[in-house]
């Protein structure tokens, strides 16, 4: 991103702690009140679950976790196992991890390079990058079959900006810019997330609904009460500004140096080395931005409503070249897994108890909330739900 941009921001941020205030919805939006059945509803989760994450293209990767011909990772967390890999070409192609013999599963490791294809450890049904069938193991015994018509079940997959995005089943699928729009591509292409190097990932295995652990990351108001000795010691409480693309979003999160920048011509600013972007990418990723690292988290529904898997990576965004660096970057990926796990899930888990008590009827969401009113009505919205349904009617007097 370029520095005018990073500028523009810092001075946005400047005037909200000069004026003591924050990026707000209008009076006549919020309070809002939410009816915790978004959390709750076995109905509208199922929904979700296939609307959501089986019928719509999802950021499965980054460009840089399949670099190299033959790279792949593998993603069942849709329900669907999936191989994402490069071919010999150079084109990122996504496949069912599902041997067209007898179903048997093809890779069951997280990530790894097969540069000559994949192999089935059932029967030895052997394909190439480009999900061609082209051996059969003791062919001359098993008959004669068309292979055209036993290729690996292709899935829709397109890479740009860095980002690879997956259709978990096969049809039409959205593209990237539809998903993103011009100006949040351009963000994203900006951070050249093809180049990122992989510092460390974990899993997050919560009893939370996979949208109140969501709602944990897209507001900085509660950074002072939960994070007393961890982010609040380096970052503003409630203070941020807030751009909405379409149903995704940025937030910026300004650090307590950013003041620094007052007593310095805006030509020496450096002014990304003073606060944090952090993305919503619609349904379920978030990911924070700063001058050395991205930290990447993706969130899918689990087996029930009141369950979801947090996936959490951090990515240094300049090579690690010295032992100093790599102890460095992997303290950073410990110190935002220890703070998501041990407060912001913390809570999250707790509040998740009290929704299925059946007694705590609603939530309200602030006017310093927007980017959580905005995110639940597109939630709702996306699965052909009236958006506004999430909110109940109710006196703020």
């Not at 919805?25 to 959501?52: G, M, W």
């Not at 961890?230 to 999160?253: C, E, K, P, Q």
């Not at 050395?292 to 240094?316: I, N, Q």
Request: proline share 5%.
């Amino acid at each position: 991103m370029k520095n005018k941009e990073l500028n523009k921001a810092a001075k946005r941020m400047l005037d909200l702690i000069d004026s003591g205030t924050t990026s707000m919805t209008s009076e006549d939006v919020a309070p809002y009140y939410v009816d915790i059945k978004t959390y709750t509803d076995n109905e509208i989760f199922e929904l979700e679950k296939q609307k959501l994450f089986k019928e719509r293209p999802l950021l499965m990767a980054f460009s840089s976790d399949v670099k190299d011909s033959g790279d792949f990772i593998t993603n069942e967390d849709t329900g669907i196992p999936i191989i994402i890999t490069r071919n010999k070409k150079g084109t990122v192609k996504a496949y069912l991890n599902v041997c067209r013999h007898r179903g048997g599963r093809l890779l069951d490791k997280p990530c790894g390079n097969q540069s000559r294809g994949f192999v089935c450890p059932y029967h030895a049904w052997r394909y190439d990058l480009d999900g061609d069938l082209i051996s059969i193991y003791g062919e001359e015994t098993f008959g004669e079959i068309d292979r055209s018509l036993h290729s690996l079940i292709e899935l829709p997959v397109e890479e740009k900006y860095g980002l690879i995005y997956v259709q978990p089943t096969p049809g039409p699928a959205q593209s990237i810019d539809d998903i993103l729009g011009k100006d949040l591509g351009n963000q994203m292409e900006s951070w050249t997330l093809d180049s990122v190097h992989l510092v460390n990932r974990g899993i997050f295995d919560m009893p939370t609904n996979w949208k109140l652990a969501m709602d944990t990351f897209v507001e900085g108001y509660h950074f002072g009460p939960l994070h007393p000795e961890t982010i609040a010691l380096g970052s503003y409480s409630n203070v941020m500004i807030y751009d909405r693309y379409n149903y995704n979003h940025r937030l910026g999160f300004p650090s307590l140096t950013i003041n620094e920048l007052k007593d310095k011509p805006e030509k020496d600013w450096e002014a990304f080395n003073h606060f944090s972007w952090v993305y919503f990418l619609f349904p379920n990723i978030t990911f924070f931005v700063n001058s050395a690292f991205v930290y990447l988290f993706e969130l899918y529904p689990g087996k029930e409503v009141g369950e979801h898997l947090t996936r959490f990576s951090t990515y240094s965004r300049f090579e690690m070249k010295t032992e100093e660096e790599k102890d460095a970057a992997q303290e950073h990926f410990q110190f935002i897994y220890s703070v998501v796990e041990n407060e912001d899930y913390w809570v999250s888990a707790n509040v998740m108890k009290g929704f299925k008590s059946g007694l705590h009827p609603y939530s309200v969401f602030g006017r310093n909330e927007l980017s959580l009113i905005n995110m639940h009505e597109a939630f709702r919205e996306s699965v052909g739900l009236d958006p506004s349904g999430v909110r109940l009617k109710r006196s703020r007097k």
